[in-house]
Every structure is written in structure tokens, then in C-alpha cells.
């Protein structure tokens, strides 16, 4: 069982930036394939970006691309979600997401593990 602990969401001006953190518990975690979801409220969850476990390979979601930087730090066991330009639409809770599979993959099901999400809230 790995455990996932996001950080660093809060309340931002639209235009702002802010970089989420997500914290891993396992040792292994530099053979699992990590993203990020979010979910707004009375909508589905939504993935954002998503970043291999091998060749550091990203995909993002139009939405977000061009704003949004995911990265990892294996030593650290903690990836990253950079999140630039904001604006209303980028409320919501952000979950980070690790699978064993290998490959980018998009969907809720294809992950194994979940962390309990973080707020994100842009005002105007």
C-alpha cells in the first residue's frame, strides 16, 4: 500500500501561481507512474497531467496546457504540480494519483493509489 499526501493548495487571485507537492510514502515510488486529477464541485473528476515513471515523458490536458508544469523528485519521493496563470476555472480539489503500469494513462481507473486532495481556490 502507498500513500499519497498532497500540499499546497489555498486561496489565489486570478493571474496568481501556485505549486501543489505530493508526498509518497514508498521507497519504490521512482517505478510508479504519477498524475494529478482535480474534481470542481457537481462536476466529475478531471485529469490534469500525468508524467511516466521512465524518461520523465509529461501529458497534459488542453486545459491546462501551456500553464501547468508536472514534475518529480525520485529522492524526494514528491512530485509537482506548477500551476501558472490562473483563473476560476482552475477551482476545485486537486487529488495526486500513482500507478504500477507503465506509460502515460488518463483515466481515474488506470491508477492504483490516491491522495486525499487539496483545495485550490482562484478568486476574481
Known amino acids: 500500500q502507498m500513500q499519497l499526501v498532497e500540499s499546497g493548495g489555498g486561496l489565489v487571485q486570478t493571474g496568481g501561481s501556485l505549486r501543489l507537492s505530493c508526498a509518497a510514502s514508498r521507497r519504490t515510488f521512482g517505478t510508479y507512474g504519477m498524475a494529478w486529477f482535480r474534481q470542481a464541485p457537481g462536476k466529475e473528476r478531471e485529469f490534469i497531467a500525468a508524467?511516466?515513471?521512465?524518461?520523465?515523458?509529461?501529458y497534459y490536458a488542453d486545459s491546462v496546457k501551456g500553464r501547468f508544469t508536472m514534475s518529480r523528485d525520485n529522492p524526494k519521493n514528491t512530485v509537482y504540480l506548477q500551476m501558472n496563470s490562473l483563473n476560476s476555472e482552475d477551482t476545485a480539489v486537486y487529488y495526486c494519483?500513482?500507478?504500477?503500469?507503465?506509460?502515460?494513462?488518463?483515466?481515474?481507473?488506470?491508477?492504483?493509489?490516491w491522495g486525499q486532495g487539496t483545495q485550490v481556490t482562484v478568486s476574481s
Open positions: 508524467l511516466a515513471q521512465i524518461g520523465g515523458r509529461t
Open positions: 494519483a500513482a500507478r504500477v503500469g507503465t506509460g502515460l494513462a488518463t483515466s481515474n481507473g488506470e491508477y492504483d493509489y
